[in-house]
């Protein structure tokens, strides 16, 4: 063997062990239990979501993960907390991605969606419903009440911008009829404020009313989706475009954001369970297809492309019912259809 040859091979030989120890050395093992902040009561479907999360990156990391509640300012306290944690990836926080999106011009809090990275797992379908026992049966009498009684019928939902809130606003805003809105902490809490007669109307997402829809306690009158809604147990719910053609797409998605500013090796370990695992997750799709929710396990990029046009609508939605502190142009979000 001559020079030339004796020099490539021991090249080879010192650095074929240090390969799988630089492999290795990027994969993050937390040595500590994980914790998860959802920023609503226990119950909604940020919270169930999170627990799926949980179980699943506990099999896959063999760490446990925590998930605490800390609701306030329709989420926004819980997400302001979990941004200003320490940054070593052991606080993410369990949330609908669009509600981040649109802190900025909502309240005082400010906090935005561009502060984290983004993890998506579930795409979710509001549904307009009335309590079992309500004198309506399909939505079209439902509308026409609204439009004879202008601020008078009362919708409950988990708060200013949320995915109850949105839902309706975009009904009202596009057939030009007046609600009175009933604002509770989360989306489960606005599901019984119906269910017990407190509330006329409930336009929270499928999954949050899905139990409610199956015991026969609630009347769904029509999904906000472009065809009719399937959930587990119960059957279709027809689709709103029914009688609202034009209704613009008010879909929510919900998953785990990362702060930015943690370690690459957590964005990178995570990303890649999240790819392999939690788009296999057996438990995430039975527990989609129980609600009507769509599996969408989406990461980085993708996740992205996936929540924006809900941000961008949702702000300009919650501007033109004079709920917003400033123009959602002022966080970086032009108008619609630009």
Excluded at 72 to 95: E, Q
Excluded at 214 to 235: D, Q, T, V
């Amino acid at each position: 063997m001559n020079t030339l040859n004796r020099r490539v091979a021991l090249a080879l030989l010192v650095a074929a062990p240090l390969a799988p120890l630089a492999a290795h050395a990027q994969e993050w093992k937390p040595d500590r239990a994980v914790t998860i902040v959802v920023p609503f009561p226990p119950g909604g479907t940020a919270d169930q979501v999170a627990r799926l999360v949980a179980v699943e990156m506990e099999k896959s990391l063999g760490q446990r993960f925590v998930v605490t509640n800390q609701p306030g300012a329709t989420g926004a306290i819980g997400a302001r907390a979990v941004r200003d944690a320490p940054k070593d990836g052991y606080t993410w926080l369990g949330t609908a991605h669009r509600l981040v999106g649109t802190y900025g011009i909502m309240g005082d809090v400010k906090v935005g969606l561009d502060e984290f990275h983004q993890f998506l797992a579930i795409t979710n379908v509001p549904v307009i419903s009335v309590a079992a026992n309500s004198p309506y049966n399909d939505f079209g009498a439902l509308l026409a009440a609204l439009k004879d009684k202008p601020g008078q019928l009362t919708v409950g939902t988990a708060g200013p911008a949320t995915s109850g809130h949105f839902a309706m606003e975009a009904v009202a805003q596009t057939v030009n009829i007046k609600y009175r809105h009933v604002t509770y902490q989360g989306g489960a809490p606005a599901v019984l404020s119906t269910v017990s007669g407190e509330t006329i109307i409930n336009a929270e997402l499928a999954s949050d009313q899905a139990e409610m829809i199956r015991a026969k306690r609630l009347k769904p009158l029509a999904a906000l989706s472009n065809a009719p809604l399937e959930i587990k147990g119960h059957g279709s719910i027809p689709s709103i475009k029914q009688w609202i053609p034009n209704l613009p797409a008010v879909t929510t998605q919900f998953g785990i954001l990362i702060p930015k500013g943690v370690p690459q090796n957590v964005v990178d370990t995570v990303t890649k369970l999240w790819n392999e695992k939690m788009a296999k997750s057996p438990q995430l799709a039975t527990w989609a297809e129980e609600r009507g929710a769509l599996m969408t396990v989406l990461a980085g990029k993708a996740a992205e492309d996936a929540v924006n046009p809900t941000v961008v609508s949702s702000a300009w939605m919650m501007h033109a019912a004079g709920l917003t502190k400033a123009s959602p142009e002022t966080i970086g979000i032009p108008p619609l259809g630009r």
